[in-house]
């Protein structure tokens, strides 16, 4: 329905008039970056040609090339242009970094704290990514020296709840406090953060928040948008395929179920996980070889179902 831009409002403008008369400098304006936390999984190679290899979860990330920051390690991403959504500007970031263009994509969540960016007001939109590592040739983009996998350790350190007394006019809330522990590696690199998550529980509702309280290597508040995006990762992962979009085109039971395995930090039952596949993934013709051991049965996503 069409509206009538004829209308009045109190100072007897027309919206055009209105239009006309604005200045954008009445409100502060943030500068608007979207952020890529890439995942895919890494394989450690075996001596022992017979045992499968060791799977860890991976993420990307770029050495800046220039300041703020210099030297430190960040997620993939770049300011969005003035005729790009934050959605445009992810996948040009991700087309940049590793060459692709049709993956997994998603929004996480708007990082707007003033204070995130030393240069001015920053709101970064970030994005999870999932993606096969093997058809991926990364590459450093315009403000990066260097771009690299960085295996992923992150694990809950410990964890307490309190229930503070209410002043006058609060209402009651129970105050749960963790720390978690995030180390990324590569190599010789070592980055490491502590991450604190408090989540504040009224008769109203949850309200959480994440603060690093260490940090070692990363730039700017990476490493709260890493934390986000596993444990956005690991929540979907339970109820969904959404793993699927980290494995090749065809793959074996035991392959998938290693992949799940190292997103969830813990080992699953054998028979509970097949059940659990089955509705995911179909059939095919071909059997694994040349492995050492007994040939297996690859099997293929049910695309279509996601």
């Known amino acids: 329905m069409d509206r009538d831009t004829r209308i009045l409002d109190r100072n007897g403008l027309t919206e055009a008039e209105y239009l006309q ?6 409100y502060e304006r943030p500068s608007m970056a979207a952020d890529m936390a890439i995942f895919t999984v890494l394989e450690e190679t075996e001596d022992n040609y017979r ?3 060791e799977k860890e979860l991976g993420i990307l990330l770029i050495q800046r090339g220039v300041h703020p920051y210099l030297g430190s390690w960040a997620l993939p991403g770049g300011f969005v242009r003035p005729d790009e959504t934050t959605e445009q500007a992810a996948r ?3 087309m940049e970094e590793t060459g692709l263009n049709h993956v997994y994509m998603e929004q996480l969540y708007t990082f707007s704290d003033p204070d995130r960016d030393p240069r001015t007001w920053v709101m970064s939109c970030s994005y999870m990514a ?3 590592s093997s058809k991926v040739r990364i590459k450093a983009g315009d403000d990066a020296d260097n771009a690299r ?3 992923i350790s992150f694990y809950l350190m410990d964890e307490h709840t309190d229930y503070p007394v209410p002043t006058d006019g609060e209402e009651p809330k129970v105050v749960r406090i963790q720390h978690y522990k995030l ?3 590569s190599d010789n690199i070592c980055l490491s953060s502590v991450i604190e998550k408090s989540m504040t529980k009224t008769e109203n509702g949850t309200f959480t928040e994440y603060e690093i309280t260490e940090n070692n290597g990363l730039a700017f508040d990476h490493a709260r948008i890493i934390t986000y995006a596993l444990e956005r990762l690991r929540g979907k992962v339970e109820y969904s395929g959404l793993a699927l979009h980290l494995m090749p085109s065809e793959f074996t039971l035991t392959q998938l ?3 799940y395995e190292v997103i969830l930090g ?3 039952l054998k028979a509970a996980f097949r059940r659990k596949a089955a509705s995911l993934v179909e059939e095919t013709d071909s059997y694994t070889g040349n492995e050492g051991h007994r040939p297996s049965r690859l099997y293929r996503k049910k695309w279509k179902e996601f």
């Open 21 to 26: 008369s604005y200045d954008p400098g009445h």
């Open 51 to 53: 045992k499968l290899p």
């Open 92 to 94: 040009r970031e991700l």
């Open 130 to 132: 999932l993606i096969d």
């Open 149 to 151: 996998w960085f295996h």
């Open 183 to 185: 180390e990324l590696t």
């Open 257 to 259: 179920q290693q992949v």
């Open 266 to 268: 813990k080992r699953l």
